[in-house]
Every structure is written in C-alpha cells, then in structure tokens.
C-alpha cells in the first residue's frame, strides 16, 4: 500500500532554514510526480510545490516562489523541501501528495509534518 | 494562476439533508481537471472526486460532482453523521496547482 512518511518538522527560528522528507514506500517513486502542500493552524490547503517524476521539471506557488526548493532523490525514495528565511507564517503542517495518476489529482497523501517558525 | 472560489464559506445543515457546494474558477479549468477532496480535524485531505464527476476508490454514491469550464459542483446527497468536514476543490489543469479556500459543512 501506498505510505508517505513526512519528516524534519519542529521549532525553528525566524530567518533561519529547514529540510522536511518525504518517504515514500508501497509503490514506483521513480515513476510519480509529488507535491508539497501546506496548512497554517486553523487555515485552508495551501498547494506549494510539484516535480515531475524525475526531477527535470519544478513548479512553485508564487507565494513560496524564490524561498523553497523541492527536490527528490529517487534511489532512496524520497522527496525533500528546503525552506529558506522561514518566517512566522510558514508555520503550518506540512504535507507531501502523490498523484494518483501521471498529471492527475493528488491520490495519496501524508500524515504531515508541523513546522512551527518562532523565537 | 487560477484562483477558486469556494460558496458557501459554511454549510449548516441536518444529517439526511441534501448538500451543494460550489467552487468557481477564475479562468477555464482545461477538461475539467478539477478534483475535490474531504478534511477531518487532525486528518489529511482524503480525494473524493476528480475529472469533475469520477468519484475516488471507495467513495460512497451519495457524494457526486458536476461541472466544467469554470463552474463546478460537489452534492452530498444524503448528509451521513461521518460527512460533516470540510471540503475543498483542487484544479490540477495547470501545473501551478490550486485549492479553493473551503466551505466547511456542519451540523444544524
């Protein structure tokens, strides 16, 4: 079965960076484009980043566009997000999606990750 | 970039009841690449409908979509205890992806 496990949330202060993880398992992570979405506390989705299934193609909100990276490494599984200059409302959970068919909805997602920016 | 909008921004209404909620796009979603998904306190977003109609494996036959172009529909024809959450469109016809803002569905 298809299993997303977010990782690398927490406290961290403002101006300063993360790395959060995805890792994937159950399926071809090769062979799927994966996103990052997020959610402030008590907010609406937020979709953040997408890439294509091998890396060669990236996409960005404009509101992150500039400040976070997505990357992935499919020898080891494993879609990643840099956040740079996190700022108080960067703190939401943090969730990793999967397509549930090559450009089709997001199927299958995390349990999430909470990054929480503060002094 | 494509801005949904949500209507309405709350639903209340008794279990049994119908439930029609809408979500307008700011420019035409492409052969309807618009998906909506259910959210439960302290639970991930769980996919319902994508294509505008096709529901997700196992999605009970009362949840159905409709809609194409900008104007789409989510109805809950028979409101279960279990169906008061909040629900959200997704357009996927772009590759900068969106969600609407939400209307959230709660019990009278």
């Known amino acids: 079965q298809v299993q997303l496990v977010e990782s690398g949330g927490g406290v961290v202060q403002p101006g300063r960076s993360l790395r959060l993880s995805c890792a994937a398992s159950?399926?071809?992570?090769?062979?799927?484009?994966m996103h990052w979405v997020r959610q402030a506390p008590g907010k609406g989705l937020e979709w953040m980043a997408f890439i294509w299934f091998d890396g060669r193609e990236k996409y960005y909100a404009d509101s992150v566009k500039g400040r976070v990276s997505i990357s992935r490494d499919n020898s080891k599984n494993t879609l990643y997000l840099q956040m740079n200059s996190l700022r108080a409302e960067d703190t939401a959970v943090y969730y990793c999606?999967?397509?549930?068919?090559?450009?089709?909805?997001?199927?299958?997602w995390g349990q999430g990750t909470l990054v929480t920016v503060s002094s | 970039e494509i801005v949904l909008t949500q209507s309405p921004g709350t639903l209340s209404l008794s279990p049994g009841e119908r439930a029609t909620l809408s979500c307008r796009a700011s420019?035409?979603?492409?052969?309807?690449?618009l998906a909506w998904f259910q959210q439960k306190p302290g639970q991930a977003p769980r996919l319902l409908i994508y294509g505008a109609s096709t529901r997700a494996t196992g999605i009970p036959d009362r949840f159905s979509g409709s809609g194409s172009g900008t104007d789409f529909t989510l109805t809950i024809s028979r409101l279960e205890p279990e169906d008061f959450a909040v629900y959200y469109c997704?357009?996927?016809?772009?590759?900068?992806?969106?969600f609407g803002q939400g209307t959230k569905v709660e019990i009278k």
């Open positions: 999606a999967r397509d549930l068919y090559g450009s089709g909805p997001l199927g299958y």
């Open positions: 420019q035409s979603v492409g052969s309807s690449y």
């Open positions: 159950g399926f071809s992570f090769s062979t799927f484009g």
């Open positions: 997704q357009q996927y016809g772009n590759s900068q992806r969106t």
